[in-house]
């Protein structure tokens, strides 16, 4: 089922709305939510709302939570997050680090007693969009385990890096630390497939292709030993150094025993401040034309930047609209239901 990426905006927003949040954070949530499945990441899209909504309901993310700035020396700023959602948070921290960085050429914001904050390229693209440079981590629930070791340790602490172009698309790289986002394993669990067993370890340390079992057990990190040292380096950065929760400490958001206490970094580089942002971001499109143009390899047609694809496939579903499983379709219609009183959106 096929459905526009502004009816699904709307019904997000809606459904927030009636748990209490206002408009305006509202809309930044959907915003991010609808975004993720627009540019083709799905484990992080609409599919995310139902447990948003239980967490709602049982405290554990505050709809109106007060963010407030605990230190604000020169470029660096910390929030206290007052348990919003992560994206609203999320959003502030880059705001105040633009202002910033207009000011002293860099800007850096940890934020701490935040929440899941959705896809990360939605803070590097807003970045951008403002002609920053602009580096966005976070860490979250173990589920990565050391080199060597078969017990999570590490989230899959997503890092984000972001860099204006001037007429072609941004390179937005946003990649997590696991050889795969754990949404994407949930999301084989919920329509009971197989995943490939290059993805995870199950509890035993051992491959694994049942979902289930790799839930249970540890995800693999990109690139070996390197992978592992990256999630590392993000989670004492974006948790122990915003005095937010770390390895072990953090809750998934699925485990609805507790606050999640995860920690997120942002930073923008104020272009101008080193150069002339238009001439930096004129280079930038002949960078990627020398890319796009250089010899390709048999049976490749097209050279793609990062965040390209995400991109073009953005441009697509906002034409075609938003295919949605059955089993989120399910879910959203019993939301829609619940909190709207309708039942017309997800019919068939």
């Not at 803070?123 to 602009?134: C, F, P, Q, V």
């Amino acid at each position: 089922m096929k459905i526009k990426a502004e009816v699904l905006e709307d019904f997000c927003k809606n459904i927030l709305i009636k748990l209490g949040a206002s408009e305006e954070r509202a809309e930044i949530v959907s915003e991010c939510m609808i975004l993720a499945n627009l540019r083709d990441v799905d484990s992080h899209g609409i599919r995310r709302l139902p447990v948003y909504v239980q967490r709602i309901e049982k405290g554990l993310v505050n709809p109106k939570g007060k963010i407030t700035i605990s230190l604000d020396k020169k470029a660096a700023v910390v929030l206290d997050g007052g348990l919003s959602f992560g994206e609203v948070v999320g959003k502030c921290a880059c705001d105040i680090a633009i202002e910033k960085a207009k000011k002293y050429g860099t800007g850096i914001v940890t934020c701490r007693n935040t929440n899941h904050f959705g896809m990360a390229a939605y803070y590097g693209s807003y970045l951008a969009e403002n002609n920053m440079i602009g580096i966005v981590i976070s860490n979250a629930n173990a589920s990565i385990a050391p080199w060597g070791g078969k017990v999570s340790m590490f989230g899959t602490n997503p890092l984000c890096i972001a860099i204006p172009a001037k007429d072609r698309p941004h390179i937005i790289l946003d990649m997590a630390m696991s050889i795969v986002a754990r949404g994407k394993i949930r999301a084989a669990e919920e329509k009971g497939e197989k995943i490939p067993d290059n993805w995870a370890i199950g509890s035993n340390g051992k491959p694994t292709d049942d979902p289930s079992e790799a839930i249970k057990g540890s995800l693999l990190p990109i690139g070996g030993p390197k992978g592992y040292g990256m999630a590392l380096i993000i989670d004492v950065l974006s948790g122990m150094f915003s005095n937010a929760r770390y390895s072990t400490e953090i809750k998934s958001m699925f485990d609805l025993s507790g606050t999640s206490g995860m920690g997120h970094f942002f930073q923008a580089i104020d272009i101008e401040t080193f150069t002339s942002a238009d001439k930096f971001k004129e280079k930038i499109d002949d960078y990627i034309k020398d890319i796009k143009d250089s010899p390709k390899k048999e049976g490749v047609t097209e050279i793609y930047l990062p965040g390209e694809l995400e991109y073009l496939s953005m441009i697509k579903k906002r034409k075609e609209g938003i295919t949605l499983p059955e089993e989120v379709l399910k879910k959203l219609q019993r939301l829609e239901k619940t909190y709207l009183n309708t039942q017309v959106i997800f019919k068939d």
